[in-house]
């Protein structure tokens, strides 16, 4: 497809499922704050969630198109991403020898930025989905399984680290998205680059509030 | 000012190249880039060596002949065309080091000099309008709104110099096609191929080997025609809106 070929068609692709990420992210976050308000509030939330769209929807049917909408976006954003990043190497064969860095550092730092992300997520899942990796890994109990996974060091670093790499990951990515999708212009670009600074500051300080509650001892 | 080059020497397309070290004297900071580089040549043929091929044209930032990377940078530190450099933006003393345009759709001929057909080809593809030759048509049959003439104007600047290849991390040639495809899209002459052009525009530049836009704005800064980073996002706009019509127009 014609479409699919063009690096501006594939570079669609990655606006597209990144919007969808982005979005998610943004109730994801959102819905992580519950964990300040205890055990109750927190658990009673992710029981919720399960019920959403009762009596159209069957039981968990709203998680689970959630999570195919979600993980067709991952699949189409890394696919872009990987061969774009192929072409974009193959077209500087030779590089320079008077080497300077001059891109911001969220913009060098897309791609493995990126790949960081995609690991984080495959241990996210087993931790708090699957509860496979988790120290306490009890099904429907949520919210002893963030304050278990947060009492390990391994599980904080690995947290913390993927959640400055995903905000450094938005901060670039929403301003590109927006340019690939058109809606860049000279006097909005100011305004593109002030919301994807905030929309990555917001989500960065909301996912990493809860790794700090619970070493500070607020959650517990 | 005396100053040390280290300039990339290549014999041709196949030879292995390498930075060589030169020492140029008494070089005036009136002199223009390429004027230190002609008092170089001067010497190296009076010495029996092969002089430093580069490109150049009309040396007034006009042609988009001249172009080569200076300290890393395309055109070198000031935003003008090399011609256009005068050594007054160097030290006495410095070291400067000048490579061609690296880029896989621009292969070194020889030394400084890349083949840039890749553009011409970009601009054969779209990068025009159809319109019947002979006399000049009569100035007001086709009104041109003054907004219009202004971004066409803005965009019509570029003279392919390529120098956004040069700098992009990516060597995507993005801001040299939006530039041509927003100047011709912007007016109603342009309209009747307003959704071809795009999309066979970028298909060239993709099947020229060019890399994709990563927005890092290293085209747009060191543009010595300063056409604007939003001209990309026009052309993405432009290529959505294309496709969305199956590349026909209304």
Redesign the interface.
Known sequence: M??W????????VMAVSGAIMLLYLVFHMAGNLKVFFGPDEMNGYAHWLRTVGEPVLHHEWFLWIARVALLAAVVGHATAAYQ?SR??????????????A??SYA?RT?RWGGVIIALFLVWHILDLTTGTVNPNGEAGRPYENIVAAFHTWYGNTIYIVAMLAVGLHIR?GF??A?????????TR?RLLKATANGLALLLTVGFLSVPVGVMTGIVE | MNLTL?I?RQRDPESPGA?TTYEVADISPDMSFLEMLDTLNEELILRGEEPVAFDHDCREGICGACGV?I???AHGPERTTTCQLHMRSFEDGDTI?V?PW????FPVVKDLVVDRSAFDRIIGSGGYVTAPTGSAPEAHATPVPKPSADTAFEHAECIGCGACVAAC????AMLFTSAKVVHLNSLPQGAPERESRV?DM??T??AE??????????CT?VCPKGI???S?????????RA?RRGGRPD
């Open positions: 014609r479409f070929r063009s690096t501006v068609g594939k570079k669609t774009l072409r974009d190497v193959a077209a500087r064969p030779v590089g320079y020898r008077h080497r300077r001059r891109t913009t897309m670039h301003y590109g927006a340019q690939t999708l058109g809606a860049g212009g000279r670009d | 280290r990339w930075m990377v300290n890393g940078d080091d490579e690296r880029a896989a759709a991390p990516n060597g995507s999309l970028v298909d530049m993709d080997g060019f890399g994709g836009c990563t927005v890092t704005g290293m800064t604007p980073l939003s990309i996002s026009t052309m993405n706009r432009e290529f959505l496709t």
